[in-house]
């Protein structure tokens, strides 16, 4: 079965300064994706970075970045001179080629100070 | 493109009271998604259909959940009857095979 667990509840850090969420997934397949997701307080779901299992090029978005880690099933979020608009909670997911089903994290609530 | 629409965006009924959700997807893509959030289990998926057809509906917690897809371009979730445990947020999704789903802006069910 698939699980993605995000061990970070919360967190907090100022204005600027850059910020990694961590995510760990347990899948015994060989080809998947892996998604982060962020959603404000207006609720609305939004798709951050998107990596693809079989690409050993970590996934790139402006301020966003991740570290994936094939092996270790680590797949990380670096948000670099965060604003405060960064401020949501953010989900990591995991998709099975083949499959349809988005399996997600519990989430971390980050708080952008100014 | 509108993205994924769904209405209403918030609704309150009573314990007992059916309750219909519905959901508009982006045209073209072919697979449609229903999740719950709550606190507790977080993000749950209920169920999804592909090219209309429910594919997995394993999710769905009781006979009081049920839904459909008459056709590619809207698909409600109804409970009948509603309780206060039915209350959370109701997220629809729309995808092709492929990427990451696009979500609409949720219902949020209060059941009182």
């Known amino acids: 079965a698939q699980t993605v667990t995000q061990s970070q509840p919360e967190m907090s850090v100022q204005e600027a300064e850059t910020v990694t969420l961590s995510c760990t997934y347990d899948?015994?397949?060989?080809?998947?994706?892996l998604f982060w997701y962020k959603q404000p307080p207006s609720r609305q779901m939004i798709l951050v970075i998107r990596?693809?299992?079989?690409?050993?090029q970590n996934a790139t978005e402006n301020r966003f970045s991740v570290n994936f880690q094939k092996a270790a099933k680590s797949f990380s979020l670096k948000i670099s001179d965060s604003q405060l608009g960064d401020t949501a909670m953010y989900f990591c997911?995991?998709?099975?080629?083949?499959?349809?089903?988005?399996?997600f994290g519990q989430g971390t609530r980050l708080t952008i100070n100014p | 493109d509108a993205g994924v629409i769904q209405s209403p965006r918030h609704e309150v009924t009573e314990m007992g009271q059916e309750v219909t959700l519905r959901c508009k997807p982006i045209?073209?893509?072919?697979?449609l998604f229903w999740y719950r959030q709550t606190m507790m289990r977080g993000l749950e998926l209920l169920i999804y259909?592909?090219?209309?057809?429910?594919?997995?509906d394993s999710g769905m917690p009781e006979d009081r959940f049920s839904a459909k897809m008459p056709n590619a371009s809207f698909s409600t979730l109804k409970i009948q009857p509603s309780e206060p445990r039915d209350s959370a947020v109701y997220f629809c999704?729309?995808?092709?095979?492929?990427?990451?789903?696009?979500f609409g802006s949720g219902t949020r069910l209060t059941v009182v």
């Open positions: 259909f592909n090219n209309n057809v429910p594919i997995d």
């Open positions: 999704a729309s995808s092709t095979r492929i990427y990451g789903y696009t």
């Open positions: 045209s073209g893509h072919d697979y």
């Open positions: 899948t015994s397949e060989n080809n998947y994706y």
């Open positions: 997911a995991e998709r099975i080629q083949g499959a349809q089903k988005l399996v």
């Open positions: 990596q693809e299992a079989y690409k050993q």
